[in-house]
């Protein structure tokens, strides 16, 4: 490729990361102690929840690579990920005010089922899962940056992992929480640049290409919707249930100032996705069937490193557009990989280490913090190191890791609107067993779909970590709800 391919990509990496860690570095003196470190204290405004949902869901991995990369095969069958996505969110407007009573002191979502159940176990195992799970999630991060770079850097894209893995480390720690907020504007803003990029790469492609009609083109893309039943149940029980049980979407949550703070931020990302992520399915189906007009076959390469080829071989105005293109995945990416350190730097420092953010020695807690957070994002490199060698695709780990994660959402579900109709001590054990085998039971999946190549089963983890999960809850409490009825 060219060389000035190269430093474009180059640039377009180092612009986003210079801008972040300045910024990291100013907000330095407005961390006083581990509840500023951490989101600890109901102090952000709606739009900075909305900046910093909207930045995070924007994730590199679970979004513009499996949206681009699945479009010539699944189509507009994506549409599914794109409503249920959106309307999750709506489903937490309705919860938002319930979950952010039930947990005025902003513990995390594992703690807070310890509390409400009365129960260290229920705690230590969804602490144990969601450590696994976010680790999980941290490592893909690292796997899809390699995977975008590799037509660029070859086997120097481990090095690269590495270089990016000390810098996510430095400038989350030095401001956490408040330097995560603190970028997420302009992690949004330089997202929708690369999606402008995309935009006017398949207007180029159209007007060149000679067999390239727009009205047909598009035409087809409205007509290309797929039966793929197992991804659209899948994605859809991914989508769903996921933020009333996920550990990120609870901080942030309870993070902002108040109730009504919160459900105003809900319905703007609710409309935010909806646009956004309609915008990028959209441009992946039409761009798919020009790139297929024009040489692109998807047996012999991904629709992303079709894309990242066309812009690096093309003339100048096209390595203009890899620019903007790379500083909005590598913006997309950072979002995501600062906001997985923080949510598990939170649990790991307080729930497992029992960091006081009441210590009379503020500067040796946030010390401890800091190293544990770090010590986090190595055991990800190792994890990420083995799923490169296990060979796991984005599309796959998505299923497997956030579906495995839904195995908490009978427990915190069932604990929110029952606590005051059954004293939910009783049913602990139930709470207990439904997240380790809803967890066991969505990596089941997972794992067998990938080594028995039957892909339907990747696609099932998510409904097989919530139906295991909620058979289990609901078969243990009612059996211990009898037990206790039969005991007066």
Not at 89 to 115: E, H, S
Not at 223 to 248: E, H, K, M, Q, Y
Not at 454 to 472: E, G, K, M, Q, Y
Request: charged share 10%; hydrophobic share 55%.
């Amino acid at each position: 490729m060219k060389s000035i391919a190269y430093i474009a990509v180059f640039s377009a990496i180092l612009l986003p990361a210079t801008l972040y860690f300045s910024v990291a570095y100013r907000e330095r003196k407005n961390i006083l102690n581990i509840r500023d470190f951490f989101p600890l204290k109901r102090s952000i405004s709606t739009g900075e929840y909305r900046s910093t949902t909207v930045a995070a869901g924007m994730s590199l991995a679970t979004v513009i690579i499996a949206f681009i990369n699945l479009a010539p095969a699944l189509g507009i069958t994506l549409f599914v990920s794109v409503v249920t996505y959106s309307l999750s969110f709506l489903l937490l407007y309705f919860c938002a005010g319930r979950i952010m009573r039930a947990n005025p002191q902003n513990d995390t979502i594992q703690a807070y089922l310890g509390k409400t159940y009365g129960s260290s176990s229920v705690k230590n195992i969804a602490l144990i899962f969601s450590l696994i799970g976010y680790i999980s999630i941290f490592s893909m991060e690292l796997l899809v940056g390699v995977t975008v770079l590799e037509p660029f850097l070859g086997s120097g894209t481990f090095l690269f992992s590495l270089v990016y893995l000390v810098f996510t480390i430095v400038y989350t720690l030095m401001s956490g929480y408040r330097a995560v907020i603190a970028t997420d504007k302009w992690q949004l803003r330089f997202i929708l640049v690369s999606i402008a990029s995309l935009l006017v790469l398949a207007i180029v492609e159209t007007q060149q290409a000679p067999a390239v009609d727009f009205v047909s083109t598009f035409s087809s893309v409205a007509t290309s919707w797929v039966p793929a039943w197992a991804f659209i149940i899948g994605i859809a029980v991914i989508n769903l249930p996921a933020p009333i049980s996920d550990a990120g979407t609870w901080q942030r949550l309870c993070s902002t100032k108040d109730i009504q703070s919160a459900k105003r931020g809900l319905i703007q990302v609710s409309r935010f996705f909806a646009v956004l992520w309609a915008v990028i399915v959209i441009l992946a189906c039409y761009y798919g069937r020009v790139a297929a007009a024009t040489g692109f076959d998807p047996t012999q390469e991904t629709l992303m490193a079709h894309i990242m080829r066309t812009f690096a071989t093309s003339g100048p105005g096209f390595i203009v557009l890899l620019f903007l293109f790379v500083l909005g995945l590598f913006s997309a990416m950072i979002s995501t990989a600062d906001s997985l350190l923080i949510v598990v730097g939170q649990f790991f420092s307080i729930d497992i280490l029992k960091l006081n953010p009441e210590d009379s020695e503020p500067q040796r807690v946030m010390q401890k913090a800091r190293l544990s957070t770090a010590a986090i994002a190595v055991i990800s490199f190792i994890i990420f190191t083995i799923l490169r060698f296990l060979k796991f695709d984005v599309v796959q780990l998505v299923f497997a890791i956030y579906g495995a994660q839904l195995a908490m959402f009978p427990s915190v579900f069932f604990s929110l609107f029952f606590n005051k109709k059954i004293n939910l001590k009783k049913v602990r054990h139930a709470a207990s067993a439904s997240i380790l085998s809803g967890f066991i039971g969505g990596w089941s999946s997972a794992l067998y779909g990938r080594f028995s190549g039957d892909s339907n089963w990747l696609f099932n983890a998510p409904a097989t970590a919530l139906s295991v999960s909620i058979l289990i809850f609901i078969m243990l409490s009612i059996s211990s709800l009898l037990k206790s009825k039969a005991g007066k």
